[in-house]
């Protein structure tokens, strides 16, 4: 291992802080949904324990990330072989869950706490979204219309009206867009179809 191998398992602890309080998770919380012990959770992110891939794996998945993400793997020329999370000046998180290129596009999002009295700056362009709240609440301001979207409820709207997103003093948010650039919509199941008998 080189010393370029050494400064890049050095960065992964502050990496795995970072992410744990964008989230606002405790030590113990991660510690339960990753069984690893809150000590070593707590040395990996103080950069006092070098992490194994035993350990970078279920923390990636916690957290959403890839691998590569958390060990600053070199990016590839093709950003849409590349899903690596892209952070924003906000706080703000965007995981892109697509590789294939045109159509419709899915992405994760991450919003850290947010403000109540947060004055929307509304944007409209050409397409279809179409969100899923996983976790937290979700301000949505479309149009003349100011939502509020709690874990498991999801909206549908085209993007030529003014929308805004964003989270509330209720904590972080994360949600799931697909978007349609040119006006493609999710199709929906909403009826099935019976197998014959036999």
């Not at 113990?28 to 103080?46: D, F, G, K, N």
């Not at 085209?158 to 867009?177: I, K, Q």
Request: hydrophobic share 35%; proline share 7%.
């Amino acid at each position: 291992m080189d010393a370029t191998d050494d400064s890049t398992l050095d960065a992964v602890g502050s990496k795995l802080k970072q992410l744990r309080l964008r989230r606002d998770v405790t030590l113990s919380a991660l510690s339960r949904e990753t069984h690893i012990s809150v000590s070593t959770l707590s040395r990996l992110e103080a950069g006092l324990r070098r992490p194994t891939l035993e350990q970078l794996l279920p923390l990636a998945r916690f957290h959403g990330v890839t691998l590569d993400s958390l060990v600053d793997a070199p990016r590839t020329a093709n950003p849409r072989i590349d899903l690596r999370p892209m952070g924003c000046k906000d706080g703000s998180v965007i995981i892109p869950l697509t590789r294939r290129p045109g159509g419709i596009q899915a992405y994760k999002f991450v919003l850290p706490t947010g403000r109540d009295d947060a004055l929307p700056e509304l944007r409209s362009h050409e397409g279809h979204d179409w969100a899923y709240v996983l976790n937290g609440t979700l301000r949505l301001v479309l149009g003349e219309h100011d939502l509020r979207l709690t874990a498991g409820e999801a909206v549908e709207f085209d993007t030529r009206t003014p929308h805004w997103f964003g989270a509330t003093t209720a904590g972080p948010v994360e949600y799931l867009s697909l978007v349609g650039r040119h006006g493609e919509r999710a199709h929906i199941r909403a009826t099935t179809e019976r197998l014959p008998p036999g």
